[in-house]
Every structure is written in structure tokens, then in C-alpha cells.
């Protein structure tokens, strides 16, 4: 693997000759202690994958009023990770890095789709990644096709269970959804083999669209929002006949970034609303109060998609726990808990956080039995259609080794 060039140098020296100081040392232990061809493998596309520079997402991003010293930030106040929970955070990584894992194989369903969208069905695909179906309409929600949610192919937190569906076997989508550009959320490949295989249009926060740009989607399939902006897609010229569809780009509280420099786009949740249903896709957010505006404004729903896990006492403000998924439906319901379904998202397929796998949706059924919040509970890969009755909301406790 260190062959040597033309030039006589070896693909170390290459290497090294770009690095100094304590770099260089750091870089050279490690190819020596796993080789320089892992190393090369690891690091490949790694600038491609990492998306657009600030300086490329400038330009859309000071257009908001959220956008304040190079940075986008929350109405509430908010921190990434609690101050005084280092220490904790140090003893959970050395001690509790593996307790999220999966502890045997998690059931997979391959999706069984209709010809034609209904009026209000999901399909749950992992994490935050589901295919909605309203009133006619499929919108793909922060879809994620990789194997690992990182810049890295072999560096990163992995896959706990197959994609239940390759992705050029979707059916033809009227409209991609991204909350925001964490690699769990946003992914490149994935992105890339969308604009191959299908016609919709990516509908973003305010920045992504640079991202987007640098993978070469087209300008023309791209339209970035603020928080409280609407757009129809009969405007886009993808209405059916005799409906339209109406997406609004809601507040969320979290933060966003794919390097070291925060914050530089903008994250969001979704409102989908048709003649006769309405869905919210909450994406990544912790709790907030925004949850409640945008019942008042839009809602109520008929389905919310609520991330439940990759919480932590340590960051409180940025990822919602079980229960409070619960309340942020009966928010988005104007106060009626009982109203509509909940299905979650954002657990069971990465590794992302320090408690158990199956913590998430126990917590979740448990405050939802209490609030009588009715929930549907699918395997990656199952369809719940709102018309329909609800799968049975145990099979996670059959997951063991």
C-alpha cells in the first residue's frame, strides 16, 4: 500500500508533507498502527461529503432574521450540552457507549405500497427517514440510505438493521423533506441517488440548498425556507388533480452543523397539510413552546412524527425525551391529547445516545397510555395507514440475542 510514486515519495510522506507539529505525529501513530490504505479509505470523499462551505451558504442565510453573527440560533435559550455535565459525559462514554445497541436482530418489513397514495398513510423506513402519504401526495422525510451516518464510509456510527427498501425501488415522490444538515438527517449518497432516480423537489432550511447545490442537485429542485414560510405545490407544478398540498417550514430547537463551525444553517420542522388531512414531521428538536404556535396556527393533525430517542440529561434542550414527545402532540393538538396519531421516529436504527435501545418507545407507550395519546409503533419498513388498525405495539420486546 506504500508503493512509491514517480516522484520516489511514498503515500505517507505525501501525507505527511501537509501536516505539522502534533498533527503529524497524531496521523503517522495511526496509519502506523492500522495502515495507510485504512487511513486513505476512511478519509475518501470526505471534503464532498462534508457539503458546502460557509461562504457558498452566506448568501441565502443572511436573508433571515435568525441569522446573527454567522450563526442561525433558537428563540429559547439553548445549549448543545449542559454546562457542568462534562464530567458525565466523559464517564458515559467510557462506560455506556454500547448500551443503545440493539440486543439481537430488529425485525424488518419490506414495504407494500399502493399504486396510489392515500389519503393519510406512513411508512417508518428508520430513524427519521418515512414516506408519508396525504391526500394523493408521497413526501420523503430526511432520508438516509447510508450505511453509516458520517462524513466517513468506515468511520461513524453504523446501521442497526438494513434499509427495508432500496431506494430507486420508491415510488415516484412529489416532495423531499430535510429538518436540518446532521449527518443522520442530511446524507450525500443518499441525496445523490434521489436526483437519479426521481423528479421531486428538495424543500429545505434556509442554507441547505448549498449543500444541495455542491452534490449537484439542480437549482430548479431546490427551494429553501424560513421558519413560518409556506409554499404550495401547485406553485411547483406538482399538484394532482382537483388537491394541492401546503408545506410550512416550522420552528424547531436545535442546532446544525457537519464540521467544526455551528449553526451556519438552519434546522426546522414540517407542516404538511392538504384539503383534508394535516401531518407534522418534527424531524430533531428538543421541547419547545413552538410546538403549541404551530398548533394554534396549523394544527391540529391527524399524524405527528415525534423523535423520541438520542437524549441525554446532558443536552436537554436540543433532543426531546419519550414524554415529552407526548406533550409536544398534545401541543400541536391545541391541548387535545386524544387527537390524531403518534407515530416516532429518531430511534432503534442508530446508536446515538447512552440509554437503552428499546428505552425510547417504553417511556413513550407508557406517557401515551397515561395521556391516552393513541400511538402506532411500526418495524422498519411497515405501513401504518391511519384508516387502519394499528399494529401491535410490543414487537421491540422480542428483540434479544
Known amino acids: 500500500m506504500n508503493a512509491e510514486r514517480n516522484t520516489g515519495t511514498t503515500d505517507i510522506e505525501v501525507v505527511r508533507d501537509r501536516l505539522t507539529g502534533a498533527a503529524r505525529t497524531v496521523v ?49 435559550p439553548s445549549s448543545q450540552i449542559a454546562s457542568g455535565s462534562g464530567f458525565s459525559l466523559l464517564n458515559s462514554v467510557l462506560t455506556k457507549r454500547n448500551l443503545g445497541r440493539a440486543p439481537g436482530p430488529i425485525p424488518l418489513v419490506t414495504p407494500e405500497l399502493p399504486e396510489q397514495a392515500a389519503d393519510l398513510a406512513v411508512t417508518w423506513y428508520g430513524h427519521a427517514t418515512a414516506l408519508v402519504e396525504i391526500d394523493g401526495y408521497r413526501v420523503l422525510t430526511d432520508p438516509v440510505w447510508s450505511e453509516r451516518v458520517s462524513p466517513s464510509p468506515l468511520i461513524g456510527p453504523a446501521r442497526q438493521h438494513p434499509v427495508p427498501q432500496r431506494l430507486d425501488e420508491l415510488p415516484p415522490l412529489d416532495a423531499v423533506i430535510i429538518s436540518h444538515d446532521h449527518y443522520d438527517h442530511l446524507d450525500r449518497d443518499t441525496v445523490q441517488g434521489l436526483v437519479a432516480s426521481q423528479s421531486a423537489v428538495f424543500i429545505v432550511p434556509l442554507g441547505i440548498g448549498a449543500h444541495l447545490r455542491h452534490w449537484q442537485v439542480p437549482d430548479e429542485r431546490i427551494v429553501e425556507m424560513d421558519w413560518g414560510t409556506s409554499v404550495s405545490l401547485s406553485t411547483l407544478q406538482r399538484a394532482h388533480e382537483g388537491t394541492d398540498l401546503t408545506i410550512t417550514c416550522t420552528e424547531a430547537r ?35 413552546k413552538a410546538f403549541s404556535e404551530a398548533g394554534a396556527k396549523l394544527g391540529p393533525f391527524d399524524l405527528t412524527l415525534l423523535p423520541i430517542g438520542a437524549y441525554d440529561a446532558a443536552w436537554p434542550d ?83 440475542r
Not at 502506523?32 to 458546502?52: E, F, Q
Not at 409536544?328 to 396519531?341: F, I, R, T
Open 28 to 76: 503517522g501513530a495511526v496509519a502506523g498502527a492500522v495502515g495507510i490504505g485504512w487511513l486513505v479509505r476512511a478519509a475518501w470523499g470526505l471534503p464532498s461529503a462534508m457539503g458546502a462551505g460557509i461562504s457558498a451558504i452566506q448568501p441565502t442565510a443572511t436573508a433571515s432574521v435568525r441569522y446573527r453573527n454567522r450563526q442561525f440560533h433558537n428563540t429559547e
Open 254 to 288: 436545535h442546532f446544525s452543523g457537519r464540521g467544526l463551525v455551528r449553526n451556519t444553517t438552519l434546522w426546522a420542522s414540517w407542516s404538511l397539510a392538504g384539503p383534508r388531512h394535516r401531518v407534522y414531521f418534527g424531524g430533531d428538536t428538543g421541547y419547545t
Open 318 to 400: 436540543v433532543h426531546m425525551n419519550p414524554e415529552e414527545a407526548v406533550r409536544a402532540h398534545a401541543d400541536l393538538n391545541l391541548g387535545n391529547a386524544a387527537h390524531g396519531l403518534l407515530v416516532p421516529i429518531h430511534w432503534a436504527t442508530f446508536n446515538l445516545a447512552f440509554h437503552g435501545w428499546s428505552e425510547p418507545v417504553q417511556r413513550m407507550v407508557a406517557a401515551a397510555d397515561a395521556a391516552g395519546t393513541a400511538v402506532a409503533v411500526p418495524k422498519p419498513g411497515q405501513r401504518i395507514d391511519r384508516n387502519g388498525v394499528p399494529p401491535g405495539q410490543t414487537w421491540w420486546k422480542d428483540v434479544s
